[in-house]
């Protein structure tokens, strides 16, 4: 079957960092998506790995390891705008097609 | 300028009733799509198309009709509404059907089947 995990919730202070982890069993893979979503809000694209590694952006790396099907999100000197949903999204057939996990709640407190 | 929008914005019916939301994007994207995301915030493809023809139909009732009329615009209508069908609703696009392309996402539509 395909499944993807993540952790349902997670509490960080703010100006620390968190990893967010993603594991994934999935029919195809051509590459793993990480999104966020705010309350009430549409989610935003945050990074794409499709290649063994980690991908940095600013603030926001994410790691990718297919061999072992997994993947984490790392936040760095975390902010209250922090405060979100992290979801890991894989492309099963290369088309486009997100199967996405459940997401994890981030809460940012002072 | 709004990138991807949807109309309306909520939606409140009743069931048994027949409704339709509207996606458009100026984004001069070639692939759109349409999500649910349920109570516990699971976000599910339904749809996408490309260049108007649809492309992926993930298992959903036929109820649900999604609707092209051209590249900028991907429709949804709903048939005999069900209480299950309660949702957030999103429309998004992306430049191409290819891998690694990222989704735009519409600001989504709450619809309430009363």
């Known amino acids: 079957g395909q499944n993807i995990d993540q952790p349902t919730e997670m509490t960080a202070t703010e100006g620390a960092i968190v990893q967010i982890n993603c594991t994934y069993q999935?029919?195809?893979?051509?590459?793993l998506f990480w999104y966020q979503q705010h309350a009430g809000e549409a989610p935003t694209f945050l990074s794409y790995?499709?290649?063994?590694g980690l991908e940095e952006k600013g603030r926001f790396s994410s790691f990718l390891s297919r061999s072992k099907g997994y993947s984490y999100l790392l936040l760095k000197e975390l902010q209250m705008k922090d405060s979100a949903s992290y979801l890991c999204?894989?492309?099963?057939?290369?088309?486009?097609?997100?199967?996405f996990g459940t997401g994890t709640r981030l809460t940012v407190i002072p | 300028d709004t990138a991807v929008s949807q109309t309306p914005k909520y939606l409140v019916t009743q069931m048994g009733n027949d409704k339709s939301i509207k996606c458009e994007q100026n984004?001069?994207?070639?692939?759109m799509y349409w999500y649910k995301q349920d109570s516990k915030k699971f976000l599910k493809i339904m749809f996408s198309?490309?260049?108007?023809?649809?492309?992926i139909n993930e298992t959903v009732p036929n109820r649900f009709s999604p609707k092209s009329p051209d590249k900028a615009h991907l429709n949804l209508h709903i048939n005999s509404l069900e209480l299950g069908d309660s949702a957030v609703y999103f429309c998004?696009?992306?430049?191409?059907?290819?891998?690694?392309?990222?989704?735009?996402f519409g600001p989504g539509t709450r619809l309430t089947v009363t």
């Open positions: 999204a894989v492309d099963q057939t290369g088309a486009n097609n997100l199967f």
């Open positions: 790995n499709v290649l063994d």
């Open positions: 998004a696009s992306s430049q191409e059907l290819a891998p690694s392309y990222e989704q735009y």
């Open positions: 198309y490309n260049n108007k023809e649809l492309i």
């Open positions: 999935t029919s195809g893979f051509n590459g």
């Open positions: 984004l001069g994207h070639d692939t």
